[in-house]
Protein backbone atom coordinates (compact mmCIF):
# COMPACT_ATOMS: atom_id res chain seq x y z
CA UNK A 1 0.00 0.00 0.00
CA UNK A 2 1.90 3.29 -1.08
CA UNK A 3 1.62 6.12 1.49
CA UNK A 4 -1.53 8.40 0.06
CA UNK A 5 -3.98 5.39 0.43
CA UNK A 6 -3.08 4.36 4.36
CA UNK A 7 -3.38 8.42 5.00
CA UNK A 8 -6.19 9.13 3.16
CA UNK A 9 -7.89 6.13 5.54
CA UNK A 10 -7.68 8.49 8.60
CA UNK A 11 -9.54 10.09 10.58
CA UNK A 12 -8.06 13.72 9.45
CA UNK A 13 -10.38 15.79 11.72
CA UNK A 14 -10.06 13.96 14.64
CA UNK A 15 -6.61 13.68 14.64
CA UNK A 16 -5.84 17.52 14.28
CA UNK A 17 -7.99 18.88 16.06
CA UNK A 18 -6.42 16.72 19.46
CA UNK A 19 -3.09 17.11 18.28
CA UNK A 20 -3.23 21.11 17.91
CA UNK A 21 -5.16 20.96 21.58
CA UNK A 22 -2.57 19.21 23.26
CA UNK A 23 0.11 21.60 21.12
CA UNK A 24 1.45 18.29 19.16
CA UNK A 25 2.41 17.98 15.14
CA UNK A 26 -0.70 16.34 13.79
CA UNK A 27 1.59 14.67 11.27
CA UNK A 28 3.30 12.74 14.10
CA UNK A 29 0.11 12.01 15.78
CA UNK A 30 -1.20 10.36 12.44
CA UNK A 31 2.34 8.50 12.18
CA UNK A 32 1.42 7.24 15.27
CA UNK A 33 -2.04 6.30 14.66
CA UNK A 34 -0.82 4.39 11.38
CA UNK A 35 1.63 2.88 13.68
CA UNK A 36 -0.23 1.87 16.52
CA UNK A 37 -3.36 0.82 14.70
CA UNK A 38 -3.40 1.21 11.00
CA UNK A 39 -6.07 4.07 11.75
CA UNK A 40 -8.75 1.49 13.63
CA UNK A 41 -10.33 2.75 16.41
CA UNK A 42 -11.49 0.06 17.46
CA UNK A 43 -8.17 -1.84 17.66
CA UNK A 44 -7.77 -3.38 21.24
CA UNK A 45 -5.03 -5.71 22.20
CA UNK A 46 -4.78 -7.38 26.19
CA UNK A 47 -0.71 -7.64 27.34
CA UNK A 48 -1.04 -10.01 30.11
CA UNK A 49 2.88 -9.07 30.99
CA UNK A 50 1.56 -5.38 31.38
CA UNK A 51 2.40 -4.24 35.04
CA UNK A 52 1.34 -1.41 35.68
CA UNK A 53 -2.57 -0.49 36.76
CA UNK A 54 -4.22 1.71 38.85
CA UNK A 55 -6.39 2.00 41.36
CA UNK A 56 -8.13 -0.94 40.20
CA UNK A 57 -10.72 -1.27 43.40
CA UNK A 58 -11.63 2.54 43.05
CA UNK A 59 -12.37 2.09 39.34
CA UNK A 60 -14.39 -1.25 39.80
CA UNK A 61 -16.35 -0.01 41.92
CA UNK A 62 -16.96 3.15 40.46
CA UNK A 63 -18.17 1.66 37.06
CA UNK A 64 -19.96 -1.18 38.50
CA UNK A 65 -17.71 -3.94 37.48
CA UNK A 66 -15.57 -6.56 39.02
CA UNK A 67 -11.72 -5.80 39.92
CA UNK A 68 -10.51 -8.65 37.70
CA UNK A 69 -12.56 -6.81 34.51
CA UNK A 70 -10.71 -3.62 35.27
CA UNK A 71 -7.47 -4.78 35.82
CA UNK A 72 -7.67 -6.62 32.49
CA UNK A 73 -8.90 -3.64 31.09
CA UNK A 74 -6.01 -1.47 32.36
CA UNK A 75 -3.80 -4.14 30.94
CA UNK A 76 -4.98 -3.68 27.23
CA UNK A 77 -4.64 -1.24 24.71
CA UNK A 78 -7.25 0.90 22.91
CA UNK A 79 -8.15 2.99 20.08
CA UNK A 80 -6.26 4.40 17.13
CA UNK A 81 -3.44 4.98 19.67
CA UNK A 82 -3.45 1.92 21.53
CA UNK A 83 -3.32 3.94 24.86
CA UNK A 84 -2.89 1.73 27.66
CA UNK A 85 -5.86 1.55 30.22
CA UNK A 86 -4.27 2.17 33.27
CA UNK A 87 -2.35 4.91 31.76
CA UNK A 88 -5.70 6.42 30.65
CA UNK A 89 -6.18 6.41 34.16
CA UNK A 90 -3.69 7.85 35.17
CA UNK A 91 -4.02 10.57 33.17
CA UNK A 92 -7.55 11.22 34.37
CA UNK A 93 -10.08 9.30 32.39
CA UNK A 94 -12.63 7.68 34.66
CA UNK A 95 -15.23 6.67 32.24
CA UNK A 96 -15.31 2.69 30.84
CA UNK A 97 -12.38 2.06 29.24
CA UNK A 98 -13.69 0.75 26.45
CA UNK A 99 -15.28 3.72 25.50
CA UNK A 100 -11.40 4.56 24.43
CA UNK A 101 -12.10 3.07 21.31
CA UNK A 102 -14.43 6.42 20.30
CA UNK A 103 -12.03 8.40 18.11
CA UNK A 104 -12.20 11.26 19.93
CA UNK A 105 -11.90 9.67 23.39
CA UNK A 106 -9.08 7.86 22.07
CA UNK A 107 -6.93 10.11 20.70
CA UNK A 108 -7.70 12.99 23.31
CA UNK A 109 -6.18 10.47 26.01
CA UNK A 110 -3.68 8.99 23.99
CA UNK A 111 -2.58 12.81 22.72
CA UNK A 112 -2.31 14.03 26.73
CA UNK A 113 0.27 11.36 27.32
CA UNK A 114 2.04 12.06 24.36
CA UNK A 115 1.80 15.90 25.35
CA UNK A 116 3.15 14.92 28.70
CA UNK A 117 5.74 12.64 27.48
CA UNK A 118 6.87 15.31 24.65
CA UNK A 119 7.41 17.96 27.84
CA UNK A 120 10.30 15.67 29.38
CA UNK A 121 12.01 15.31 25.78
CA UNK A 122 12.53 17.65 23.01
CA UNK A 123 14.32 14.87 20.48
CA UNK A 124 10.94 13.19 18.63
CA UNK A 125 12.56 9.82 18.36
CA UNK A 126 12.66 10.31 21.94
CA UNK A 127 9.19 11.21 22.43
CA UNK A 128 7.86 8.06 20.14
CA UNK A 129 10.08 5.72 21.54
CA UNK A 130 9.12 7.13 25.15
CA UNK A 131 5.60 6.85 24.08
CA UNK A 132 5.66 3.05 23.20
CA UNK A 133 8.12 2.26 26.07
CA UNK A 134 7.45 4.27 28.66
CA UNK A 135 11.23 6.10 28.29
CA UNK A 136 13.74 5.90 25.56
CA UNK A 137 15.39 3.59 26.20
CA UNK A 138 18.98 2.94 24.47
CA UNK A 139 21.15 0.17 23.82
CA UNK A 140 25.49 0.06 24.76
CA UNK A 141 24.89 0.92 20.88
CA UNK A 142 23.16 4.07 21.18
CA UNK A 143 19.97 2.16 19.48
CA UNK A 144 16.98 2.25 20.92
CA UNK A 145 15.13 -1.11 22.66
CA UNK A 146 12.50 -0.16 20.46
CA UNK A 147 14.24 0.87 17.09
CA UNK A 148 12.04 -0.43 14.87
CA UNK A 149 9.44 0.81 16.54
CA UNK A 150 10.76 4.49 16.40
CA UNK A 151 11.79 3.37 12.48
CA UNK A 152 8.23 2.59 11.54
CA UNK A 153 6.56 5.83 13.05
CA UNK A 154 9.42 8.17 11.66
CA UNK A 155 9.16 6.58 8.15
CA UNK A 156 5.22 7.32 8.60
CA UNK A 157 5.77 10.94 9.74
CA UNK A 158 8.71 11.69 6.99
CA UNK A 159 6.15 10.12 4.27
CA UNK A 160 3.90 13.16 5.74
CA UNK A 161 6.02 15.82 5.97
CA UNK A 162 7.77 15.00 2.25
CA UNK A 163 4.59 15.46 0.64
CA UNK A 164 1.12 16.66 2.90
CA UNK A 165 -1.88 15.20 1.90
CA UNK A 166 -4.30 17.87 4.04
CA UNK A 167 -5.31 21.40 3.66
CA UNK A 168 -5.18 23.49 7.17
Known amino acids: MNWTEWALRLHWNSISSEARRYGLD ?11 SSGNPWATRF ?7 YKT ?31 ARECGYK ?19 LSLIHKKYDKISDVVAAY ?9 DGIYANQNYVDKVLGYYTAL ?5 IDD
Open 26 to 36: PLLVASMVQTE
Open 57 to 87: ERFAEDLGITEITERAHQKTSWGMLQIMGGV
Open 95 to 113: GPLPKLCLVKVGLSYGCLK
Open 47 to 53: EKDYKWV
Open 161 to 165: TSKPI
Open 132 to 140: NAGIPRLNK
